[in-house]
């Protein structure tokens, strides 16, 4: 499975536009890119998910480059509960293919 | 959208005893479950691919024979903690991938487990 690499932590604004990249240099030719979000004591929720260009939905974006080497998770307008770790996993749809996590990336976002 | 339960929330239990988790898929079939470990602070850690009919498959360092899983139900995975030690208490997560969309991962809850 492909190595991540993301930022360890960051510090934002409430209303600020954040974007978190993520490094995946050996991913796969069938591998997907899909982002979450994990609050404390909390199950991590699944927020984005894509394979190449960009991907929109109602809380976030997801830029792929072409090269797909990396990625980068943008969130709009962000507000206090944003506060979270947000991790990005690549693996493909094989259905014993585990996901497995790597540090995530710790954002915190203040008044 | 999918969800994935998991009993019970939270479990104290005493040194020496086993501790059962259950994690259910509770509106599609998941053939295979993922079950993952916590600390604070720390990101989650696979402990083993539970496929529905057969053995898991366990990450290397983490001990069959403490941690049994058996996932026999396509909706019915579950983890039990033998002879749980004080070093056992973590964050137990599992997650589950929809058969029919093999890529879709949905995660629970988790579980607090406290050994005192």
């Known amino acids: 499975l492909a190595k991540t690499t993301q930022p360890i932590s960051m510090d934002s604004y409430e209303g600020q536009e954040v974007n978190i990249t993520c490094s995946h240099n050996?991913?796969?030719?069938?591998?997907?890119i899909t982002w979450y979000q994990q609050f404390p004591s909390q199950g991590p929720r699944f927020i984005i998910q894509?394979?190449?260009t960009k991907v929109t939905n109602e809380v976030a974006s997801l830029f792929i480059p072409a090269d797909r080497k990396s990625s980068t998770l943008s969130l709009p307008r962000v507000s206090l509960s944003d506060t979270a770790v947000y991790y990005c996993?690549?693996?493909?749809?094989?259905?014993?293919?585990?996901?497995?996590f790597g540090a995530g990336t710790r954002l915190t976002v203040k008044p | 959208g999918a969800v994935v339960s998991q009993h019970p929330s939270r479990v104290i239990c005493k040194s020496g005893t086993s501790v059962k988790i259950e994690c259910r898929s509770l509106?599609?079939?998941?053939?295979?479950m993922f079950w993952y470990r916590q600390f604070p602070k720390q990101s989650l850690m696979l402990m083993a691919t539970?496929?529905?009919?057969?053995?898991?498959?366990?990450e290397q360092g983490v001990e069959k024979d403490k941690f049994l899983i058996n996932h026999a139900s396509l909706t019915l995975s579950t983890l039990t903690v033998t002879s749980a030690h004080p070093e056992d208490s973590s964050f137990y997560i599992c997650?589950?991938?929809?058969?029919?969309?093999?890529?879709?991962?949905?995660f629970g809850p988790g579980t607090r487990l406290t050994v005192t």
């Open positions: 997650s589950a991938r929809d058969s029919y969309s093999s890529y879709e991962q949905y």
């Open positions: 539970s496929n529905e009919g057969s053995k898991a498959t366990y």
């Open positions: 509106d599609f079939q998941a053939t295979t």
């Open positions: 050996n991913i796969a030719t069938n591998d997907y």
């Open positions: 996993l690549v693996g493909d749809e094989a259905p014993n293919n585990d996901m497995r």
């Open positions: 894509g394979y190449k």
